[in-house]
């Protein structure tokens, strides 16, 4: 199966962005949906946004109008661009597919919003 490896995490000031990467170990063409969920300290998973190979997306209310999905299939890459960052937005990333039943996690990237 492919394996996705999340990058671009890192330490930013309240109304700064952060753009991250998820690199895909083989092709993503064939994966309908490719998701970008969150994790805050001491709480549940949450999605963030989730787009389709037909370059449909959705996101959680939470950071629509700041954050935008992406995806390059023939650099087997999804992004995520995140821009006016609140505090609230500190969590650990991750890149996610569900594909023929199975699901599929990279190992996250931590994002810090903090003055």
């Known amino acids: 199966q492919v394996q996705l490896v999340e990058s671009g995490g890192g330490l930013v000031q309240p109304g700064g962005s952060l753009g991250l990467s998820c690199a895909a170990s083989g092709s993503i063409s064939s994966i309908n949906y490719m998701d970008w969920y969150r994790q805050a300290p001491g709480k549940g998973r949450e999605s963030v946004a989730s787009?389709?190979?037909?370059?449909?997306?959705n996101y959680a209310d939470s950071v629509k109008g700041r954050f935008t999905i992406s995806r390059d299939n023939a650099k087997n890459t999804v992004y995520l661009q995140m821009n006016s960052l609140k505090p609230e937005d500190t969590a650990v990333y991750y890149c996610?597919?569900?594909?023929?039943?199975?699901?599929?996690w990279g190992k996250g990237t931590l994002v810090t919003v903090s003055s």
């Open positions: 787009i389709s190979n037909g370059d449909i997306s």
């Open positions: 996610h597919y569900l594909y023929v039943g199975i699901s599929v």
